[in-house]
């Protein structure tokens, strides 16, 4: 605390982050970041970057990446906004377009960076209870609001909402802006991108952090009707006109372009969730089916997942857990190469039949 700071940073609960610890031999299953590099066309437009790029300001409006996004979605660019991460992408979001005199609703389980973006712009958020096997059930989100936020597929849960649900959630609020957070969708939903065109007041985010190995880079999308885009705009150049580097633009042009890298890596990552599951399942876990990078998994009547947490962390294997209310009894796991999830499970085995 200062006596500087003004009145909103002294309110501030900023979010905290999953670690990032520094350690040779860490598994690190905290942050779902991917377990694979991206595809080496990245890492050959990276390097192929000269001084000249890098003397200039970049492309204020990254108008090349806008192109090939709107192109992969079957868009215009206008329909396309980039910013640096999807967090950056989000934060506008909440200001430029969900702070309103009605509430913002968002399920009770979910990104916890919601409501520290509501406290940071005075927006009231309304958190609406997950059902108890954590599905979403989009009739409680009928009441009067001035938003709807979720992710989808939810995290930390991992359940998918089907495209019928948006659309009846769409339909329901059409006086609002209901924004699909997809930071996971690659990973076995179906993007409600392709209802753009049909719904003015549909956002969709995307990030190039989890299916794209991009996290270093940090970039995020969204996909809006040219009106709402044109709000994200305003926010973005009143804040940072450039917020993806040069190195950011030709990279991500770069990954966009390599679509059977994208597909292998993902189909890689889902093949090991479902044998990451069924080795949790071995050991006795409950394991919410997930549409992510990770699961969230309880391990079950008389064992600590707090306890399990920590204990795993001494050997140098990192998951997230959350001690919040409804939660405080699973871990969520991030879906690493096979080598790193059996390491996971060889580790839970001895922990639990240490027990
Ligand atoms: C649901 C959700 N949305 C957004 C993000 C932010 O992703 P990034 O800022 O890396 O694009 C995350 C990151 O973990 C997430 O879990």
């Not at 009928?142 to 995290?155: D, K, M």
């Not at 998918?160 to 209901?178: C, M, Y």
């Not at 209802?195 to 880079?217: E, F, H, I, M, P």
């Not at 190195?247 to 679509?259: E, F, I, P, Y």
Request: hydrophobic letters at 45%; a negative charge.
């Amino acid at each position: 605390m200062s006596r500087y700071w003004s009145d909103v940073v002294q309110r501030l609960t900023p979010y905290v982050p999953g670690e990032q610890p520094q350690h040779p031999r860490l598994i690190k299953l905290n942050t779902n970041e991917s377990p694979y590099p991206p595809s080496p066309r990245v890492l050959d437009a990276i390097h192929s970057i000269d001084g000249d790029a890098l003397r200039r300001y970049p492309d204020p409006e990254s108008s090349a990446l806008r192109v090939a996004f709107a192109e992969a979605a079957g868009l215009q660019p206008e329909q396309v906004f980039l910013g640096n991460g999807s967090d950056e992408v989000l934060a506008h979001v909440f200001l430029g377009l969900l702070r309103h005199d009605a509430p913002l609703l968002f399920p009770d389980i979910s990104y916890s960076f919601y409501p520290v973006w509501c406290d940071l712009y005075g927006i009231t958020g309304e958190t609406v209870p997950l059902r108890d096997d954590f599905s979403i059930a989009v009739v409680d989100y009928t009441r009067p609001n001035g938003g709807i936020i979720l992710p989808n597929p939810n995290a930390p849960t991992g359940l998918l909402l089907g495209l019928d649900d948006v659309r009846t959630l769409l339909e329901a609020n059409r006086q609002s802006v209901v924004v699909i957070d997809e930071a996971y969708i690659d990973f076995g939903g179906e993007s409600a991108v392709r209802l753009v065109d049909r719904y003015d007041n549909l956002l969709v985010v995307q990030t190039l952090s989890k299916s794209r190995a991009l996290a270093g880079l940090r970039v995020g999308v969204a996909f809006g009707q040219a009106k709402l885009i044109d709000g994200l705009q305003r926010v973005k150049n009143s804040f940072n006109s450039y917020p993806l580097d040069a190195v950011a633009q030709r990279a991500v042009l770069a990954s966009l372009g390599d679509g059977r890298w994208f597909q292998e890596s993902c189909e890689k990552v889902i093949a090991s969730r479902v044998r990451l599951t069924a080795g949790l399942v071995e050991l006795g876990f409950t394991v919410v089916p997930s549409s992510a990078n990770f699961v969230f998994a309880s391990p079950g009547a008389g064992r600590d997942a707090q306890a399990l947490f920590l204990a795993l962390r001494e050997q140098g294997i990192i998951v997230r857990h959350f001690a919040k209310p409804r939660i405080g009894d699973f871990l969520r796991i991030t879906v690493g190469t096979d080598e790193q999830c059996d390491a996971l499970l060889d580790a839970l085995s001895g922990l639990l039949a240490a027990l």
